[in-house]
């Protein structure tokens, strides 16, 4: 089983930094991409952006430029530095991995979700 585990959530005012975190757990599994997600109030949850085990990136167009997301060298953390920070960004984002485990692929996961609160 694979399980992610968030960091970094909280309550900034407009025009602020923060940096979300996302560990992979457990044993025998290959992180194939992992990326990160948010749900707005009263909103669906959509794409912030993604990473591949390659290094490839993908951002949303609400987020390019002002978001930057990464991993570190074992590919099983990945990171989203947040600059820049607006009321609209307000959400609870959510980390998730595609993974493989032994023979079986195309596996998923989800983290719990951190709250990031924008606000003056």
């Known amino acids: 089983q694979v399980q992610l585990v968030e960091s970094g959530g909280g309550l900034v005012q407009p025009g602020e930094s923060l940096r979300l975190s996302c560990a992979a757990s457990g044993s025998g599994f290959v992180i194939t991409a992992m990326g990160w997600y948010r749900q707005a109030p009263g909103k669906q949850r959509e794409l912030v952006a993604t990473?591949?085990?390659?290094?490839?990136?993908n951002y949303a167009d609400s987020v390019k430029g002002q978001f930057t997301i990464s991993t570190d060298d074992a590919k099983d953390t990945v990171y989203l530095e947040m600059n820049s920070l607006k009321p609209e960004d307000t959400a609870v984002y959510y980390c998730?991995?595609?993974?493989?485990?032994?023979?079986?692929?195309?596996?998923?996961?989800w983290g719990q979700g951190t709250l990031v609160t924008v606000s003056s």
């Open positions: 990473i591949t085990s390659g290094g490839l990136t």
């Open positions: 998730h991995a595609d993974y493989r485990f032994g023979g079986i692929r195309f596996l998923e996961v």
